[in-house]
């Protein structure tokens, strides 16, 4: 999943800080031109996924018509520093969790 976001990011010249990902959810520390608009990465990273992960992981194919629901949550940083914002991501690892 890492993998895909980081050449999604990169496809459409955004520049990835940081992501970690969890059971049912993703976070992201992204910077995103204006002009391109989060909509429109958010749409091309869950499309990509979702074509990819069924493809390598036919199990998949079993579930739900998507891998994902249509809604996510987008915050600016621009009132949070910034090294504050990613520990928050960077704590979100899976493997942290008890």
Known sequence: MKQIISKVCEEKSCELFE???DKDHVHILVEIDPQ???HRLV???KGRSSRLLREEFPKLNTKLPSL???SYFVSS???APFSQIKKY???QKTSQRP
Request: glycine share 16%; no cysteine; aromatic share 12%.
């Open 68 to 70: 994902w629901t249509n």
């Open 43 to 45: 749409k091309a990273v």
């Open 89 to 91: 991501i960077q704590e």
């Open 36 to 38: 391109f608009g989060v």
């Open 19 to 21: 992501v970690e990902t």
């Open 77 to 79: 940083v621009g009132g």
